[in-house]
């Protein structure tokens, strides 16, 4: 059984708008990352993933590098402990 580490991703910058999020859910859902991921009324999108460590770190670094016409600014993670999310899901 492989370990699972949990990040919480704060993307800010235009991030909004620009399919961020359901971009994000299809990313996770080719690397099998459970999780999250909703806009946050100061602009930014939050991001939980849930999965492998290596598959989170590419979720990671495709959040740092946007979608499309995204723009990311800044990117804040904070490590947490896995809760044993099963399907990544879009608010």
């Known amino acids: 059984m492989s ?15 620009v399919w961020f999020r359901d971009s994000t859910r299809r990313e996770a ?8 991921a ?9 991001v939980v ?5 290596g598959a989170v ?3 990671e670094a495709f959040v740092r590098r946007g979608p499309g016409h995204a723009e990311v600014d800044r990117v804040e993670v904070t490590d947490e402990a896995p ?4 399907e990544f899901t879009v608010a």
């Open 83 to 86: 809760e044993g999310l099963r």
């Open 38 to 46: 909703r806009n946050l009324p100061d602009g930014t999108v939050e």
């Open 49 to 53: 993933a849930e999965g492998e460590p």
């Open 3 to 17: 370990a699972v580490v949990r990040r919480r991703i704060v993307a800010a910058g235009r991030v909004q708008g």
């Open 57 to 59: 770190d590419r979720l």
């Open 29 to 36: 859902a080719r690397l099998g990352v459970a999780g999250s």
